[in-house]
């Protein structure tokens, strides 16, 4: 069993527009609903493939009542903890050529008797887990080092971490020794203080978030795909997308794909990018169903490192 958590969880709106011109009155042309946050993501995707999982969230207001609505209705199997404040809402506007443009709100607090209880229940559930799973941004005022304090306790329970986050609470994290992070491009280059515009980079600094704690590191790097690095060994694949839709939440399939198939080696880099490739073609932060899935596609290669990256980040 996989067990998420996610600290700030979110409704998602997405809105599918013609083009954004800023000052403008724009129509939609569409719009989805989906529950959101990283960790949630990584569940659903999780769900859709007949994988067990379980999501720890706190909920709050009208916002959190219609996720933990939205996630039952999935049939998601969850520990909703109840919160004072109300869930955030996070909006996405895509473009016909898959671009999309995020607006993440903050999140509310959590207050420290909160998030106490949301972590005995994280502890209490992760008896029975093989994972644990961290994700996401935390809510303002919480410790940076929260994700850190869960991971040192699972070490020494033997349960595995993976750990998705950025900045502070991604480094503090890492130095608590988690089996595996999951950093896109600007997160690895955040956290290691090193521009990444090179395939070569990337592999310098998996290398060096090895050297300040992390086992495996699984980067993700938008349309140029992926590079796994474990045991000083490392792979690069990509697959690529005839029409994309919405990335948002591409990582997370990529995580749980990975997970899926092992977390580790060539066959489960192969199994995380065939998830992130179908949750790129599907609208919102749709998670990709077996049929949605492509492996074909997926191309794993001999990473060389002066190829340049075109994908932002
Ligand atoms: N335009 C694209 N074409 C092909 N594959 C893509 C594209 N965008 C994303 N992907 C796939 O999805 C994976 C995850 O994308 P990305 O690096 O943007 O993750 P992320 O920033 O963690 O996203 P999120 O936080 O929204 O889940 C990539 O490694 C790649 O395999
Ligand atoms: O603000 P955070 O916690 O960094 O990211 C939240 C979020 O952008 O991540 C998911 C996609 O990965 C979305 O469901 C959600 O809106």
């Not at 997160?187 to 592999?203: F, H, Q, S």
Request: charged fraction near 20%; glycine fraction near 12%; hydrophobic fraction near 45%.
């Amino acid at each position: 069993m996989i067990l998420t958590l996610t600290l700030n969880p979110s409704l998602d709106r997405t809105i599918e527009v013609g083009s954004l011109t800023r000052g403008a009155v724009i129509r939609a042309a569409a719009a989805h609903l989906d529950p959101g946050g990283k960790g949630v993501n990584v569940s659903r995707a999780l769900l859709a493939n007949q994988v067990r999982s379980c999501a720890v969230i706190p909920f709050g207001g009208d916002e959190g009542r219609q996720l933990v609505g939205l996630l039952s209705a999935e049939g998601i199997d969850m520990i909703p903890v109840s919160v004072g404040g109300a869930t955030r809402s996070n909006v996405t506007l895509a473009e016909p050529d898959g671009t999309v443009t995020k607006l993440n709100e903050p999140g509310t607090a959590l207050t420290p008797s909160e998030l106490d209880t949301l972590a005995s229940a994280v502890l209490g559930a992760a008896e029975s887990a093989d994972w644990v799973v961290a994700s996401g941004s935390l809510p303002p005022g919480v410790p940076v080092d929260v994700y850190a304090g869960l991971c040192r306790r699972f070490a020494a329970a033997g349960i595995q971490t993976a750990i998705d986050t950025s900045g502070p609470a991604l480094v503090a994290a890492v130095a608590a020794g988690p089996t595996l992070v999951k950093p896109n491009r600007e997160e690895l280059a955040e956290a290691t203080g090193t521009p990444i515009t090179r395939l070569g980079d990337v592999i310098d600094a998996a290398e060096k978030l090895r050297g300040m704690g992390a086992r495996s590191v699984l980067t993700s790097l938008g349309a140029d795909g992926a590079l796994l690095m474990e045991d000083d060994r490392f792979w690069y694949g990509r697959c690529p997308v005839e029409e994309p839709r919405s990335s948002v939440g591409a990582g997370d399939a990529m995580l749980a794909g990975f997970l899926a198939a092992g977390a580790s080696g060539e066959a489960a880099l192969a199994e995380g990018l065939a998830w992130a490739s179908a949750a790129v073609g599907l609208p919102g932060s749709r998670m990709p169903a077996p049929a949605d899935i492509d492996r074909s596609a997926v191309r794993i290669s001999t990473p060389d490192p002066a190829q340049p990256l075109m994908s932002g980040g």
